[in-house]
């Protein structure tokens, strides 16, 4: 009696060659999909790890580092951050850099707030009596900017006086110091922190007070050249101003009776507008013994 094959085996015979006539294209579909699968793998480690933000450059020196892609719309500059989006006017920002992985600088500020403060060092004298010295001032907070583009109100005078323009700031200045807006400018500096300007223009009121009083006994201010933060930013004497740097070379040249160009070439480098006037009176007279 002959035994028929069981199902099972007639089951297991079909699938192997089944198995081996479509082997070749299954190991070619496995290969792709781990060819597809490790390219995803990386472009998505890639993006996380190794993604170059691009950096926003200011007009005033300062910077913002997206933690995305930045570009221009209209009158605006768009920045991605912190899963949201900084806009800015495309007229404060000075460049935009694509690519580049910066590691954002330590803010002064942060840097200031972070470090423990200094031991004292008690020293072996005995304390003075009850008062004879007098308590030491508490520091200023520091890191208020005067200027600021990126603030609603660009310009700060104190942490509660906030102004739209330049010259609002100059006449609430003028006012807490009873000074004409003209002094403030003139004597405020050139830093950008709002405490060393305060500080420059009371220490420069407590030297015009001495002046008034003693006008022999205080040197007279340094009047700048060029200051970016008046109306008018260059000066060539102390009651003449100028729009731009060569209407100041053509005022200084009138002066001295010499072409402009001569004025660039031996006005120096400093920006104290007497010490200019020095070095073209000296340069003039060289010139004048030369012949």
Avoid at 103 to 118: T, Y
Avoid at 194 to 219: F, H, K, Q, Y
Avoid at 222 to 242: C, G, L, Q, W
Wanted: one cysteine or more.
């Amino acid at each position: 009696m002959v035994q028929r094959p069981s199902f099972g085996v007639f089951r297991d015979m079909v699938f192997s060659l089944r198995d081996i006539r479509v082997g070749r294209q299954r190991t070619q579909y496995l290969r792709f999909a781990m060819t597809v699968l490790i390219g995803l793998l990386s472009a998505i480690v890639g993006r996380t790890w190794g993604e170059a933000a691009d950096t926003i450059y200011f007009r005033d020196g300062m910077r913002t580092v997206c933690e995305g892609n930045a570009w221009e719309k209209g009158d605006e500059i768009h920045c991605e951050y912190d899963g949201g989006l900084l806009v800015y006017r495309k007229s404060d920002v000075a460049r935009i850099e694509k690519g580049r992985s910066v590691e954002p600088e330590l803010d002064s500020k942060n840097v200031q707030e972070a470090a423990p403060p200094p031991a004292r060092v008690t020293p072996p004298l005995p304390a003075p009596a009850p008062g004879i010295a007098s308590p030491a001032s508490p520091p200023k907070p520091p890191g208020i900017a005067f200027y600021d583009p990126r603030r609603a109100k660009k310009y700060w005078t104190s942490e509660t006086r906030h102004h739209d323009t330049f010259r609002d700031a100059i006449s609430a200045l003028s006012e807490e110091f009873n000074r004409p807006a003209a002094w403030v400018e003139e004597n405020m500096g050139d830093s950008n922190e709002l405490n060393d300007v305060r500080e420059t223009l009371a220490v420069r009121l407590s030297g015009s007070s001495a002046t008034n009083a003693d006008p022999a006994a205080a040197p007279e201010a340094a009047i700048e050249f060029y200051n970016p933060r008046r109306a008018k930013k260059y000066m060539t004497s102390p009651d003449v101003r100028h729009d731009s740097f060569q209407e100041a070379v053509d005022a200084l040249a009138r002066d001295f009776d010499k072409p402009a160009d001569w004025v660039e070439r031996n006005m120096g480098d400093s920006n104290d507008v007497d010490q200019i006037r020095k070095s073209l009176r000296k340069s003039a007279q060289e010139a004048g013994m030369d012949r």
